[in-house]
Each structure stands twice: as C-alpha cells, then as structure tokens.
C-alpha cells in the first residue's frame, strides 16, 4: 500500500491528510485554527454557582420548600415529642396555666411524623404573618377565635377541616393527635415558599462571654440550654429533666435565642381564663446563644408583615450558627399576662 501526503481544506480550515491509494478513503490526522495576529481566543471563564441556603436555618438547600407551621404541645403528658429536632425553626411560647407550647415551622426537611398537635392561640397569628402564607396545622381554638384563624393569611390546616390526622393508641387524648405531613401538605399547595424573616447566618460576632448553660423561666415551666462541644448544640433540659424526642435523643440546636417581649393576655378566654399574649412586633432585649457563648443584643420588628432583626449592642447583626434555630418568647419588661 502506497500513501502520499497533500493538504485539503475543510471550510478555512487547511487540514493535513494522508490518502491511502489503493484503499477507498482519506485519514484526517488533525485541524486547528490559527489565531489571528494579535488576538489571543477568548477565555473561557465560568461563574461558579451561589449555593442556594435556607433563610431559616443557613444551610444549602436544593430548593425554597412550603413553610408548614404546626402547633406542638409540651405538657408532660405530652412529651416526648415527635418531629421537632426536623423544624428549621422551634419557637417557645407561653401559654395559659404558666405552661408552654411550640410552634414548630417546617420547610427544609419534613419528617414523616409531627405531634402531639394541640390548639392555636391568638399570637399564633401575629408571629406567623412574617412568614407569608404559610400552611398552619392545629386541632382547634377556642370558639370565638376560631373564624379569627380561619380568616387569617395562612393556609387553614385545622384538623376539624383536612385530612391527614390520627389519633395513636398508646396515648391519652387529647395528647395524641399526630398528623403525616406528607397529608398536611397535599393540602396546602399554595402554602408560601421560605423567604428571609430577618435572621441573618454567619461567623460569630466579636465579643460575646462564655456561657456553659442559660436558664429562663416560666411562671410554671422552667428551660436551660447547657452546650455540648461534642454535638455543637445547645442540649435542652424541660422542668430539670432533658428534654427527649421520639426519634432522634435529647432535643437541641445550634443557636438558640432569647427573646425577651412584653407578655400581655389575648382577648379570647381559655377555660375562663385569659391565657398569655406574647407580642412579636415592637423590639426589645435578646440573648443569642451560640458556639458556647452568649451574646447580648436587641430584636426589632417594626411591621407585622416584615421579619424581626437580631443586632449586638453597636448595631452590627447578631449573625447565627447554621441550623436549627430556637427562640424562647420570654417575659421582659412591662409582662402582665
């Protein structure tokens, strides 16, 4: 077999090739393009990618999830409870009797469980509307406020009203109403997606004083955080006894704050009472706790509709540690309920 060497060319591009002679073809051993003079080709250059992180817990996510907000009993009987250590974000809030109750908001991660589900209160709402139109799952309310709550920007997830309810067996009622989120949120499909409430993710500030627990009370409930180096988490203690899930151990986070708010009473009685009002909007003193330090600072919430901000003492934001984020509605000054 006999190649001989010629040059053709492709389009403007001269390509070296061999022909082979006494076989059918051509092999092409290469092109390229000369550059201009001068001109140098263009770079490639590519922008990597922000990641996408959760406004409430500053963590990546693949996606803004539906906020689901679930109403949580915390009477003894009703503890352990399930599906907290999967909230982004537990809030603390008083309720009547001394007693407390959370209000557990949902977007990052949905476990398939949540409960015991209890019923709304008349601040429920305000510290809700920051979050949009989020789907909110409760068992009831007292009578008068209940077409209050249903009137409401939320999505109604009233266990009177949808599906996705049950009660277990191995409780009394009323503290074992569950519900599926998966159930919860088929019935909320236009439940708001996650945005910014004012938190803000980060280093910790400068300053701040070491802190190996913090304790806050309630008129008949008592709460203390004592940090673990070891979990990074402010483990929980409920009453002087640690404060248990059904499936993930002791209960904690990685920054947990301290609101300290005005504490009125609501306009709806609970059984002849007026139960506590904890307001969220206005500002007031706060304690972030986290990295084993505690650092003092101030919340604003000047609007109802808008997110409340954390900054240290010289206005600088009160930056949080990635994850879950707990905050304790406490008595501060001027508290009468």
């Known amino acids: 077999m006999r190649l001989s060497r010629r ?19 051509l092999v092409l051993t290469g092109c390229s393009s000369p550059a201009k003079p001068g001109h140098a080709p263009p770079p490639q250059a590519t922008q990597p990618a922000t990641p996408l992180v959760s406004p409430f817990t500053g963590e990546p996510v693949r996606a803004l999830g539906p906020v689901l907000a679930a109403k949580i009993d915390n009477i003894v009987l009703a503890r352990p409870q399930t599906g907290l250590t999967k909230a982004d974000i537990v809030y603390l809030i008083p309720v009547e009797g001394g007693l407390s109750r959370f209000l557990a908001v949902f977007s990052s991660h949905f476990p398939p469980v949540i409960g015991p589900v209890r ?50 067996p191995s409780r009394i009622a009323p503290y074992n109403l569950y519900a599926s989120t998966r159930r919860l949120l088929a019935e909320a499909p236009h439940a708001s997606k996650a945005h910014g409430i004012g938190f803000r993710f980060g280093p910790a500030p400068a300053g701040g004083q ?66 506590p009002y904890a307001s969220t909007v206005g500002s007031g003193r706060a304690v972030v706790l986290r990295n084993g330090r505690s650092y003092s600072g101030h919340w604003s919430r000047p609007q109802a509709d808008g997110g409340t901000t954390f900054t240290t003492a010289a206005g600088q934001p009160l930056t949080f540690a990635t994850g879950q984020v707990w905050i304790v509605l406490a008595y501060g000054p001027g508290s009468t309920g």
Request: with cysteine.
């Open 7 to 25: 040059t053709i060319v492709i389009g403007s591009c001269p390509v070296a090739a061999a022909a082979v002679v006494a076989g059918a073809g």
């Open 210 to 275: 070491p802190a190996a627990s913090y304790s806050v009370s309630y008129p008949a409930a008592s709460f203390t955080f004592r940090w673990s180096a070891k979990q990074a988490s402010w483990l929980v203690w409920m009453d002087g006894a640690p404060a248990a899930s059904t499936e993930d151990g002791q209960l904690g986070a990685p920054t947990v704050v301290v609101q300290y708010t005005k504490v009125g009473t609501s306009r709806y009685l609970e059984a002849g009472k007026r139960p």
């Open 119 to 168: 019923s709304a209160r008349e601040d429920d709402l305000e510290l809700l509307r920051q979050f949009g139109t989020p789907a909110f799952a409760f068992s009831g309310a007292q009578p008068q406020l209940l077409p209050v709550i249903e009137h409401a920007r939320i999505v109604d997830l009233y266990d009177g009203r949808v599906g996705g309810y049950y009660r277990s």
